[in-house]
Nanobody
């Protein structure tokens, strides 16, 4: 399984932007479909965004559509999540994960490799 490490979290004010990175240790990174999942305090994990192996297809939760953009650079084994117009309700630990082959981007049970997460806190 690919190993993933997230960076880029922090404390920002509402309306600000952040960019998260997810770097993989494996050269097989380009063969993995990936996703961003978050977990807010006291809540279950939820899908945020997904991206196909080539980066040509992207998927978003309704709550972030139009504000967040997922992208990847396979040459650098890195996936990104550009987050704009952040809201206090975006406060969560953000995880990147690899989707199993043929799985559903929106289904958390279809992700089989997870990073350790990075904290994003948005103050009002």
């Amino acid at each position: 399984q690919v190993q993933l490490v997230e960076t880029g979290g922090g404390l920002v004010q509402a309306g600000a932007s952040l960019r998260l990175s997810c770097k993989a240790s494996e050269r097989t990174f380009s063969s993995e479909a990936l996703g961003w999942i978050r977990q807010a305090p006291g809540k279950e994990r939820e899908f945020v965004a997904g991206i196909s192996r080539t980066g040509l297809s992207t998927y978003y939760a309704d709550a972030v559509k139009g504000r967040f953009t997922v992208s990847r650079n396979n040459a650098e084994n890195t996936m990104y999540l550009e987050m704009n117009s952040l809201k206090p309700e975006d406060t969560a630990i953000y995880y990147c994960a690899a989707r199993r082959f043929g799985g559903d981007y929106y289904s958390l049970k279809d992700y089989n490799s997870w990073g350790q997460g990075t904290q994003v806190t948005v103050s009002s």
